[in-house]
């Protein structure tokens, strides 16, 4: 019998055949170009870089071939830390800030005038606990003042709503160091203060002896996270309203509990005062890897997490743990046995502070006689003024008037007493015994 043929049916067949082998011949096509690509690239990578062979039975990359690879290393290399011998032998430059909140105005005036050097920046804060009175009263000693007009070193930033022990201090202070990096790259270390503080040597001291420092090391007292601050907090799981609110009040505490972080090792000490590089602060706010944030969420349920952020973050940083030096350079007292705050100081403490070679103190009553006492004996500055400076012109003056109301070159240092005790305390926390300490 004779077959029948659909000829509708052959008709079909002939038209997907014609568009299936042009596409599977592109496919074939699209498959050798990129391979050549590939092939292409790694032959030129290898060429480049000398990457090693790579062991198909290993689980991971050596790690030499993942820094050639990963973007984060090659962005280490680019902007990592530099070299140890650094700004050695220059005269460095500081970037202050100096915070505070209701009725501590006056008080940041003060402490601006007494460390006050033309080299250096200088942020002021005032949080929204200040009233708004206060707030005008330090923008006009800023604006009014000749030096800090022709200079333009002085700033001040707009309040925030920081909250004691919460993690709005850490953000509130990492703004500030956005504005000095935003404004002036031009300087080495990073120095916060707070409103009852106040220097124990001149900046002209204080220039002088760390022009001999190299500016890889940051100045951070620290320690692991252990015994009873590890229960305290670090577990409890708190909140802190200034996050979301524009009102200060304490930290919120919930009844959960939370286990210990294990990609990273928490350290803390009782101060969250520091002098940290430049290059490390880059990191924290620019960090080409995820640790510096990981960290920062992480603070955001902590207790006191200004004293531990900075130091989780670089001790747990292969770029920056080998440069911390464990020591806040502050002349701190605390009651015996401590207490939750540092004890004010007062006339008693006054040869305890010389002493100890530390270049800042706190905790300071608002105008105690103690400072005025440190403004004579030690910083020689009359109420009002600047202390002098080798960049002061007007170094002659006897009338009264400020001897720093001109201004010379800034590079010129008068260092005095002051410079050989921090050089001392320098000798003493660059010690290979004291070194062996960091991060531990």
Not at 55 to 74: C, K, M
Not at 93 to 99: P, V
Not at 113 to 120: E, G, L, Q, T
Not at 126 to 155: G, H, I, Q, W, Y
């Amino acid at each position: 019998m004779r077959r029948n043929t659909n000829p509708h049916r052959l008709t079909r067949s002939t038209r997907d055949w014609r568009w299936k082998v042009p596409f599977l011949a592109c496919i074939l096509v699209t498959a050798a170009t990129m391979g050549s690509a590939v092939c292409g690239l790694f032959g030129y990578l290898s060429g480049i870089y000398e990457l090693p062979p790579v062991d198909p039975g290993s689980a991971s990359l050596p790690g030499d071939v993942e820094d050639y690879i990963f973007v984060e290393s090659q962005l280490e290399r680019l902007y990592g830390r530099t070299s140890d011998s650094y700004g050695m032998g220059e005269v460095p430059r500081f970037a202050y800030l100096i915070s505070g909140t209701k009725d501590d105005g006056r008080r940041i005036m003060r402490t601006l005038r007494a460390v006050y050097h033309p080299r250096n920046q200088y942020i002021l804060h005032l949080d929204v606990k200040a009233s708004a009175e206060e707030r005008s009263e330090v923008m006009t000693f800023v604006e009014s003042d000749p030096m800090f007009r022709e200079v333009k070193n002085v700033r001040v930033m707009q309040p925030n709503s920081v909250t004691y022990k919460g993690p709005t201090m850490i953000a509130s202070t990492l703004q500030a160091v956005s504005i000095m990096l935003r404004e002036s790259s031009a300087w080495d270390w990073f120095i916060n203060l707070s409103a009852s503080d106040y220097p124990l040597v001149t900046q002209d001291d204080l220039l002088s002896v760390f022009s001999n420092v190299t500016r890889n090391f940051n100045f951070i007292e620290h320690r692991r996270l252990a015994d009873w601050k590890l229960n305290q907090r670090a577990k409890p799981v708190v909140i802190d309203p200034g996050v979301y609110t524009s009102e200060m009040s304490d930290l919120l505490f919930t009844s959960q509990r939370r286990s210990m972080p294990t990609s990273f090792k928490l350290f803390t000490v009782g101060s969250a005062w520091a002098m940290l590089t430049r290059d490390f602060l880059e990191y924290c706010i620019l960090g080409w890897d995820s640790l510096p944030r990981t960290v920062f969420m992480y603070y955001t349920n902590f207790i006191s997490s200004p004293e531990g952020y900075y130091h989780t973050v670089i001790c747990n940083s292969r770029y920056y743990q080998n440069t911390t030096i464990n020591h806040d350079l502050h002349y701190i007292a605390w009651d015996n046995p401590p207490k939750q705050h540092p004890r004010y100081l007062s006339m008693t403490d006054f040869d305890d502070m010389v002493k100890s070679n530390a270049p800042f103190a706190r905790k300071f009553p608002s105008e105690d006689p103690i400072l005025d006492k440190i403004d004579v004996e030690i910083l020689h500055r009359s109420s009002h003024q600047f202390v002098h400076g080798g960049w002061c012109r007007n170094s002659s003056s006897n009338d009264g008037s400020d001897p720093c109301s001109m201004r010379g070159d800034d590079s010129v240092l008068r260092p005095g007493a002051g410079a050989e005790r921090l050089r001392e305390l320098l000798r003493k926390l660059m010690s290979e015994e004291f070194q062996s300490k960091q991060c531990l």
